[in-house]
Structure formats: structure tokens, C-alpha cells
């Protein structure tokens, strides 16, 4: 494993300082995940922030009882469990490392405290994870409309659902 990362190289924490960025650094722990692995498993704890340094992940949703959806293949650098930092810390998604992964945690409840203190770092750190969010659901909100428009113009009904399911599921990305 290699020493602490370099954040600037990371998306959502491109428009922090050094300064901020350092603040941050001094809080990463190191993690390393084997292929095959589950960094989060859907509907479990998401009580990290994982920066990814190196690997590659793959995201997963569960659309029916036995049947798993491909949403993203997703490459260092980036980071993954933010969507626990703002909600309920339970993982929407399963994220498995598809190759070995290296990377860096921070604690949920360490940045909620920066935020609790009115950390300018935490605080640009969340802007920009809920504008990646809400980028991803708008393409998402996007997709849904045309999906259900295409169905609304479908003379037959009898794959609907599988259509819809699969469209949803290929074009939302991280």
C-alpha cells in the first residue's frame, strides 16, 4: 500500500485547497479490498468514505429477488460510500472491487463532526458530493422519462417491465 494519497486528483475534492485537502489527509486510513471483495454490500453499513486510489469497482443493484444489475464500472481515482455520508448510512448499491483496490477511509462520523464545527473543508467536500448526486438524478430522472415514454408508444406490454428495468439500469452511471 502505498503512502497517504494526493486528493487533488480526486473529483469532489478538486475545489479544496491544499490546506483543506490536507485536513482531510491526516484522517485517511488505509484500506486495501481483493478482487471479488465487497467494499459495500447493498442495504449494509456505509459508515466510510472509501477514496480510491487504484482498481477498479463495479456497482450492483438488486431489481428482482435473485437478479443483480450492473449500474457503473468505476476507475481510480474516485471515491465511494458518499451517499452514506448524507443519508442514512445504508449502502444503495453493492460496490465490489473487480481488481485488487487500494484506498483510503474516512470515518462518517469524523466528517460529521468537521461539518458539526462548520469545517470549510467538510463543508466543500459535501457540496460537491450532493452536486455529483444530483447530476446522477437528473441523467436518472432523464432516462426514466424517456423509458416510460417508449413503453406509453409500445404496442405490446409483455416485456415492458424487462425494458424498462434494463434501460434504467444501463444508463444511470456514477
Not at 472509501?50 to 482498481?55: C, E
Not at 466543500?124 to 432516462?143: H, N, P, S
Request: hydrophobic share 40%.
Amino acid at each position: 500500500m502505498r503512502g497517504t494519497p494526493d486528493l487533488s486528483s480526486v473529483p469532489v475534492f478538486k475545489h479544496l485547497d491544499a490546506e483543506e485537502r490536507a485536513e482531510f489527509e491526516a484522517l485517511l486510513e488505509p484500506a486495501y479490498f481483493d478482487a471479488g471483495q465487497a467494499i459495500f454490500r447493498e442495504e449494509g453499513p456505509e459508515e466510510r468514505l472509501y477514496v480510491i486510489t487504484s482498481g477498479t469497482v463495479e456497482v450492483h443493484k438488486r431489481v428482482l429477488r435473485k437478479r443483480r444489475q450492473h449500474l457503473a464500472t468505476v476507475r481510480a481515482p474516485t471515491v465511494v460510500g458518499e451517499m452514506g455520508l448524507l443519508t442514512e448510512p445504508r449502502a444503495a448499491a453493492t460496490v465490489e472491487a473487480v481488481t485488487p483496490v487500494e484506498a483510503h477511509g474516512i470515518d462518517r462520523d469524523r466528517l460529521l463532526e468537521m461539518l458539526d464545527d462548520d469545517s470549510p473543508a467538510a463543508c466543500k467536500l459535501v457540496y460537491e458530493i450532493g452536486r455529483t448526486l444530483a447530476q446522477r438524478m437528473a441523467k436518472t430522472d432523464g432516462t426514466v422519462a424517456e423509458v416510460i415514454a417508449r413503453l406509453e408508444d409500445a404496442q405490446t406490454g409483455a416485456g415492458d417491465a424487462d425494458v424498462f428495468r434494463d434501460r434504467l439500469a444501463r444508463d444511470w452511471s456514477l
